[in-house]
């Protein structure tokens, strides 16, 4: 059984299908629990069955699928995602079917034969079967050394930190400027009150800072959108200073009505109700000294 990757304590599962006589399913079964002895454990299950096994996951070192004699079966993708499932990190999947050769190229690890006579019957009286060209092809996978979203905590033990490229002693001198040097008698540094002229020193004129276009028009002057001259608040005093002053106003608007509408710190305390803005003027002798 070395050549089905079955070794003594493993845990095998195998799979048969309608088409294995029991003679031939029971010779494979002790083929198996001969190669795994005492310590290892063989699971027979239907290929049918085997989606509603609820086997546990993870639980077994060999899946072997179709290997038992005369068995004609061919695996769904369900088959397999389920042998794949059960299956421990590293273990082996063994698959047997029929393949024609017209469904395309395949690797074989194991071998390929053709099909008995009885084999060429069952695979015929299969609904939508055809035994033209068919042979037996035994396929050999291996599941990875992990399970499916298993995490694994890096270490950065042994990780080398890149060295810091070595750099010339005279191009550092030449590009690093200290405090000491600032009072190197032979560094020259300029002033920044002899870059400008006696224009530049001057204050320049309201119009000289009008942008292009700002204050320009047929009628009267006009700012520009986004003024940033001064022009815009210019003419916004001079409308301010021009518009009349709006007449004083009650904080309440009722002080004309009378006492029983005026608030406590109303001035017209005691005087009769007057027309809204008629002038009213407030009688000395009841004016009292807060």
Not at 175 to 189: K, V
Request: net charge negative.
């Amino acid at each position: 059984m070395d050549s089905l990757g079955v070794v003594c304590g493993n845990h095998v599962a195998l799979t048969w299908d309608g088409s294995v006589s029991p003679v031939a399913l029971e010779q494979l079964v002790l083929r198996v629990q001969e190669a795994v002895s005492a310590g290892g454990k063989v699971s027979v299950e239907h290929v049918e069955r085997l989606l509603l096994s609820s086997l546990p996951h993870s639980s077994f070192h060999v899946v072997l699928l179709g290997l038992a004699a005369g068995s004609v079966c061919v695996h769904s993708s369900d088959v397999l995602a389920e042998a794949a499932r059960i299956l421990k990190p590293g273990g082996t999947l063994l698959i047997q079917e029929p393949v024609a050769p017209a469904s395309g190229k395949y690797r074989t690890l194991l071998f390929r034969e053709p099909l008995s006579p009885q084999q060429v019957q069952a695979l015929a009286d299969t609904p939508g079967g055809d035994a033209k060209d068919v042979s037996f092809v035994r396929i050999l996978g291996k599941k990875p050394h992990f399970e499916v979203g298993s995490s694994q905590p890096l270490s950065f033990a042994n990780r080398t930190v890149p060295m810091k490229p070595s750099m010339d002693p005279v191009a550092v001198k030449l590009w690093t400027l200290s405090a000491s040097d600032m009072n190197d008698d032979d560094l020259d540094l300029l002033d920044s009150d002899e870059l400008l002229d006696q224009d530049d020193l001057k204050k320049p004129s309201p119009s000289s800072l009008l942008s292009g276009g700002c204050g320009e028009g047929a009628e009267k002057k006009k700012a520009c959108k986004n003024c940033t001259c001064g022009l815009a608040e210019e003419l916004q005093g001079e409308k301010a200073k021009q518009s009349p002053a709006k007449p004083a106003s009650s904080s309440c608007g009722n002080c004309y009505l009378g006492d029983a509408f005026r608030c406590a710190s109303c001035p017209y305390l005691g005087m009769p109700a007057f027309k809204p803005g008629e002038k009213v003027v407030l009688n000395p002798a009841r004016l009292q000294d807060a």
